[in-house]
C-alpha cells in the first residue's frame, strides 16, 4: 500500500496505472480522468468490491510468489516508490522487491475475469497489466518482473507469469506519454478527443468557495435538453407501464406475442420478462 505522502507525489509524475490510460486501454480510468488526477487533488472514491479485495490480498499473493520462488522481499512502502533517473517524468509504487542475487519485482493481482489471463509461458496478461509492468521496468531497470495473479473462478486459479523487458514497448511508452504530458498537462489543457468520466469523478474535485465560471449556451442547452428529454421519457415509459398493467389487472403474469411473459420473477419477484421454462 502506499503512503500518503507518495499519493500527492503522484501529480508530479506519470505513474505505471497512469500509462494504460493515457494509451486509453485502461478499462476503468481514462485519459481525461487521468488529466484530471494531475490537475486536482482528487478526492478518494470507492475502488469496488473486486480492487478491495485485491489491496486485502496483495500481501498474501505477494507472499505466495514469494515462496514459489524461494526468495525474500521488501515490502516497506518507502522503499518501493521507483522514479527513473533517466527519465525522471517517470515513476511507480512497486507492490514487492526481491531481494537477493535477483534484480527484479512482484507485481499482485486479484481479478474475476479468467477470459483476460492466457498461457503463461506466453506472458498472455491484459494489455493494461503489460503495460503497467513495462512501465515498472522503465522505472527501475529491471530485465523482467514476476507478476502473481489470483483467478476468482470456481476457486482460486493461482498463477504467475515472467514477463520480459520489451525496449520497444518502453521506448513508446516515453515517447507518447511524455508527449502527452507536454500537451496536456503542462499548459493545462484538457484532452482532446477524449471521451469523459462520469459525472460521479467531478464530484471527486475539491471545490473552491465562492469561485464562479461561465458556461457557454451550447453547453448548457445541450444539458437542458437532455434533462427534458429524460422527463419526457420517464413520463412516456410511465404511461407505457400503466397499460402493460392495466392488462393484466389481476392476472399473475402476461403472455406476450413471441411466446414469453411477463411478471414476478426470480429470487426477488421482480417484474421482468422471462421464458416459460425459467
Same mark, same amino acid.
Given at each position: =500500500? ?13 505513474? +505505471?496505472? *497512469? +500509462?494504460?490510460? /493515457? ?15 494531475? $490537475? ?5 472514491? &470507492? ?11 496483495? %500481501? ?45 519485482? /512482484? ?13 503463461? &509461458? ?14 515498472? $521496468? ?30 520497444? $514497448? /518502453? *521506448?513508446? /511508452?516515453?515517447?507518447? %506519454? ?11 489543457? +484538457? ?56 392488462? =393484466?389487472? &389481476? ?28
Amino acid at each position: =500500500m502506499i503512503t500518503e505522502q507518495q499519493r500527492q507525489q503522484r501529480r508530479n509524475y506519470i505513474g +505505471s496505472t *497512469d +500509462s494504460p490510460a /493515457i494509451f486509453g486501454v485502461h478499462p476503468f480510468m481514462s485519459g481525461y480522468e487521468c488529466w484530471l488526477s494531475k $490537475m486536482y487533488e482528487l478526492e478518494d472514491y &470507492d475502488p469496488g468490491e473486486a480492487a478491495e479485495i485485491g489491496n486485502y490480498l496483495e %500481501d498474501d499473493i505477494v507472499d505466495w510468489v514469494a515462496k514459489k520462488y524461494k526468495v525474500d522481499c521488501i515490502t516497506n512502502p518507502e522503499a518501493l516508490w521507483k522514479n527513473s533517473k533517466e527519465h525522471p517524468l517517470f515513476a511507480c509504487n512497486l507492490d514487492a522487491i526481491i531481494t537477493g542475487e535477483y534484480k527484479t519485482a /512482484i507485481e499482485a493481482k486479484y481479478t474475476g475475469l479468467p477470459e483476460e489471463w492466457g498461457r503463461e &509461458d506466453n506472458e498472455e496478461i491484459p494489455d493494461h497489466f503489460m503495460l503497467q509492468v513495462q512501465h515498472q $521496468m522503465l522505472c527501475t531497470g529491471f530485465d523482467y518482473i514476476i507478476v502473481g495473479v489470483w483467478i476468482a473462478s470456481y476457486g482460486i486459479d493461482r498463477r504467475h507469469y515472467v514477463i520480459k523487458r520489451n525496449q520497444n $514497448m /518502453i *521506448d513508446r /511508452i516515453i515517447k507518447y %506519454d511524455t508527449y502527452w504530458w507536454n500537451k496536456f498537462v503542462i499548459p493545462k489543457v +484538457s484532452p482532446e478527443n477524449c471521451p469523459l468520466p462520469i459525472p460521479k469523478t467531478f464530484s471527486r474535485i475539491p471545490k473552491v468557495t465562492g469561485k464562479i465560471v461561465d458556461i457557454s449556451s451550447e453547453a448548457w442547452k445541450e444539458f437542458d435538453d437532455a434533462k427534458e428529454a429524460e422527463r419526457l421519457a420517464g413520463k412516456a415509459k410511465d404511461a407505457a407501464m400503466s397499460k402493460v398493467r392495466a392488462a =393484466m389487472g &389481476d392476472a399473475q403474469a402476461l403472455r406476450l406475442p413471441d411466446g414469453r411473459y411477463y411478471g414476478p420473477s426470480g429470487k426477488n419477484n421482480a417484474y421482468r420478462v422471462y421464458k416459460a421454462t425459467e
